[in-house]
């Protein structure tokens, strides 16, 4: 190297390096980790965990989301998103998300592909609806993330839609909740269309894809409670339940807390093995819900949004409340207590419990 180029490049660094603007942020994340380490081991109202959340992530997520409209897109099977035709980079729009800053991308397998042909030389579809994301094998997948992305089949889905193909990665026949993304969509008459019966890869002329209600560790939309209620009002076809006093959601058919609740007046249900009717009709005619951090307590949205002194009282159970829960609880706003307990708690919680009815 030129002994002047390098000097006058270390005058030039020294002369113009200034400090970062934001050199103090801390992640929100470990933020609210340290903040919800000093108070872990007290019972707590849920309230005093939402203000916990202020000034780290915002009440709501930006403007409502809306429904983006893109043209000459390429797909390639298993990609985790799209890719605009010209210029071969990823349309961010057309990826599932997490954090603030959007700054994880779980599904995405490449951020830009070089176009082997040109791109009127690929199949293609003429319209098409994208859904980011819509496996439904896991309760927790369908009704976090996948279910931020169905607002539109719920809510108001414009008439000019109908009869369209809607595509959905990472969707198999064989996932336990595909049917209720199949029997959606068709009440709606537009078409899915599994990655199974395409070819490699597809020009997409114009293409639909709506925005999240919803995205993991950042935030939880009213538009997402509106679209969780509307589902729930489909599933349960109006049916209501007798009023439930006490409800508690085990996690599994071994939990060991649920026997001494049932002797102790509490209706116990294993969420994930019933059916969602059963599901829905349980948790709305329940007037207190306990149930430990983790997906089940996902199906508390199934509530939509609450009036002031509304709705459930929520006994949160655990050691580490999920920050994703908290942040659809207080979309919610639901009220109730977070206790500090093992998964393995026994007959000690229940004195808790009652101090909190």
């Known amino acids: 190297m030129s002994d002047a180029l390098r000097q006058d490049s270390e005058l030039a660094a020294a002369s113009w390096l200034r400090d970062p603007l934001d050199a103090d942020h801390q992640d929100e994340l470990v933020a609210w980790h340290a903040r919800f380490a000093e108070t872990a081991h007290q019972r707590q109202p849920l309230s005093a965990l939402y203000e916990q959340l202020q000034g780290l992530y915002p009440t709501d997520l930006l403007p409502p989301p809306q429904l983006l409209e893109f043209?000459?897109?390429?797909?390639l099977k298993g990609s985790g998103g799209l890719f605009d035709g010209h210029s071969g980079r990823v349309v961010q729009a057309s990826c599932v998300s997490r954090f603030l800053r959007q700054r994880q991308l779980p599904f995405l397998r490449r951020h830009r592909i070089e176009l082997s042909q040109p791109l009127g030389r690929f199949?293609?579809?003429?319209?098409?609806?994208?859904?980011?994301?819509?496996?439904?094998?896991?309760?927790?997948?369908?009704?976090?993330?996948?279910?931020?992305f169905l607002w539109p089949?719920?809510?108001?889905l414009p008439e000019s839609l109908l009869g369209w193909p809607v595509l959905l990665p990472g969707c198999d026949p064989q996932d336990v909740y595909s049917s209720v993304l199949h029997q959606l969509l068709r009440e709606h008459h537009t078409f899915p269309l599994l990655e199974q019966?395409?070819?490699?890869?597809?020009?997409?002329?114009?293409?639909?894809?709506?925005?999240?209600?919803?995205?993991?560790?950042?935030?939880c939309t009213p538009v997402f409670l509106q679209a969780a209620a509307a589902l729930a009002d489909r599933l349960s076809q109006g049916a209501v339940a007798e009023p439930i006093e006490r409800l508690?959601?085990?996690?599994?058919?071994?939990?060991p807390l649920a026997p001494a609740l049932a002797e102790n007046g509490w209706a116990v249900l294993e969420l994930l093995a019933e059916p969602l009717p059963v599901q829905v009709a349980a948790i709305r005619a329940a007037?207190?819900?306990?149930?430990?951090?983790?997906?089940?307590l996902h199906a508390l949205a199934w509530l939509g949004a609450l009036q002031p002194d509304q709705g459930p009282q929520l006994l949160l159970l655990g050691t580490r409340p999920s920050?994703?829960?908290?942040?659809?609880?207080?979309?919610?706003?639901?009220?109730?207590?977070?206790?500090?307990?093992?998964?393995?708690?026994?007959?000690?919680?229940?004195?808790?419990?009652?101090?909190?009815?």
Do not use: M
């Open 248 to 255: 508690y959601l085990a996690h599994s058919d071994d939990d």
């Open 123 to 148: 199949p293609r579809l003429e319209q098409v609806v994208w859904l980011p994301t819509a496996g439904a094998s896991l309760f927790g997948e369908l009704f976090t993330e996948v279910l931020g």
């Open 287 to 296: 007037q207190t819900i306990a149930g430990f951090g983790g997906e089940t």
């Open 153 to 156: 089949f719920l809510l108001d």
């Open 323 to 357: 920050l994703d829960l908290l942040l659809q609880f207080r979309a919610q706003g639901l009220n109730g207590w977070y206790l500090p307990c093992a998964d393995d708690a026994g007959v000690e919680v229940i004195d808790e419990l009652k101090a909190c009815l």
């Open 197 to 219: 019966h395409l070819p490699e890869a597809l020009h997409l002329e114009r293409v639909l894809i709506p925005e999240p209600g919803f995205r993991l560790h950042a935030a």
């Open 71 to 75: 043209h000459d897109l390429l797909w």
